[in-house]
């Protein structure tokens, strides 16, 4: 006899209870945490994993013989293999631990583009970008008497892609996969198929895109993709770039020290295997095993479920903001990420973010890090609520009351 297995429905109530801090208040208030785009909440699984590291495990990785080294050797490189099958990257070697998104993108910066570029190549960018997918280019750039290009972007926040800006020129495109200001979510496959039919290669900014969706780099075909823990409910100071073997091994080290050397000598020093080449000194192993914890915790859930929870969320909040007299939502592409990115007319973002932190509801204000986004929409700073599979609709409904006390204390 066949029995049907149902999908068990995705109870956002039973999910939340895995996450202490939601269970919190602020001012007397229920936190209302909607701030995920800046660092999400850990769940329990992700406290414990570190705890136990801690208190069980810890020692250094690799140089050691004794018994505790093994176990935390293994299980930062078990938080590898987890990194690598979560990705679906071809090897354990593409995946190198860094402090986050920031760092990965400054290791490309370095290593990959540095030696490459000659003065009058270019380096293609979008407006959309975070500053850290601006800014290590431009540095580099600028050594080299190279320049950036950019594809700009439409009222609506999606990209205005030319194939003409990949030119004979282009050293490499980077790009976001899913925007922090505007919620954009990109068309990272045909844009790295554009690159790749002209030979150029590419670098995917993923912070915003994995908390959100599963990303399988080979499907992608990117050369590079790189995404921060502390985003991905992961603890904060560890992040992964993954990069195809054949380029990082190609490249050179981007720092020096300690676990990089093979054999160093006062005359000559020769470099570890990859990933060990990018990994200089100790790495964040607490780190690492969190970040996996959160992967083991993350593959556990309905994907499908959670994906449709936040597109029940993002529709409720656009529809409802909407609403708000004076409100204005920037960035309404049609494919994107659960934020909302929104102005409020005759407030500061940053009064609107103060009146909602006094109602429990955490929202970012400011340029997020993205000051292009914010001068192309002609606002010095907005307000965002971002969204996790664990918020609920009463939490949207908390912050569109909210901001009812906004604009009735500036009415
Ligand atoms: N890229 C994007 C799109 C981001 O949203 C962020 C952080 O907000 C970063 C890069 C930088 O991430 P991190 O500060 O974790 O290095």
């Not at 960018?125 to 950019?150: D, F, R, Y």
């Not at 994995?210 to 990303?215: A, D, F, I, K, S």
Request: proline share 5%.
């Amino acid at each position: 006899m066949h029995r049907t297995l149902a999908r068990p429905a995705f109870d956002v109530e039973t999910v939340r209870k895995d996450f202490p801090i939601l269970q919190g208040h602020v001012w007397c208030k229920p936190l209302v945490y909607l701030d995920n785009a800046a660092t999400s909440q850990k769940p329990r699984a992700v406290l414990e994993a570190v705890d136990r590291y801690y208190r069980e495990h810890n020692s250094n990785v690799h140089r050691g013989v004794h018994w505790l080294s093994g176990a935390a050797t293994k299980d930062y490189e078990g938080a590898r293999d987890k990194v690598r099958a979560w990705l679906n990257a071809a090897g354990r070697e593409e995946i190198v631990f860094t402090r986050g998104t920031t760092e990965s993108i400054n290791l490309v910066a370095r290593s990959f583009l540095r030696p490459r570029l000659k003065p009058g190549d270019e380096v293609l960018v979008t407006e959309m970008e975070h500053h850290s997918n601006i800014v290590p280019w431009q540095i580099v750039c600028g050594e080299a008497g190279a320049k950036l290009s950019v594809v700009p972007i439409d009222d609506r926040g999606e990209l205005l892609f030319d194939e003409k800006l990949l030119t004979p020129r282009t050293r490499l495109f980077a790009f976001v996969h899913a925007s922090n200001a505007l919620g954009t979510l990109n068309p990272a496959k045909d844009l790295v198929r554009a690159a790749r039919a002209r030979g150029i290669p590419t670098l995917v900014d993923g912070a915003q895109a994995v908390p959100h969706m599963r990303v399988d780099v080979r499907d992608l075909g990117c050369d590079f993709y790189a995404f921060s823990g502390h985003k991905l409910f992961g603890p904060t100071g560890i992040g992964v770039l993954y990069g195809r073997k054949e380029l990082l091994d190609a490249m050179p080290p981007y720092q020096g020290g300690g676990e990089m050397i093979r054999r160093v000598t006062f005359e000559k020093t020769t470099w570890n295997d990859i990933p060990y080449k990018f990994e200089a000194g100790t790495p964040d192993i607490a780190g690492a095993v969190g970040l996996g914890a959160a992967l083991d915790y993350l593959g556990a859930l309905d994907a499908e479920a959670l994906h449709d929870h936040e597109a029940t969320l993002l529709a409720r909040a656009t529809e409802a903001l909407s609403a708000v007299r004076g409100l204005r939502i920037l960035g309404t592409a049609r494919r994107k990420v659960s934020l909302v990115t929104f102005d409020l007319e005759g407030v500061h973002p940053h009064d609107i973010g103060q009146i909602l932190d006094q109602e429990g509801v955490a929202v970012r204000t400011g340029h997020h890090c993205a000051q292009p986004v914010m001068d192309r929409f002609g606002v010095p700073a907005t307000a965002r609520a971002s969204f996790a599979f664990y918020n609920t609709l009463a939490e949207v409904d908390a912050l569109v009351a909210a901001l009812g006390k906004v604009r009735e204390l500036f009415a």
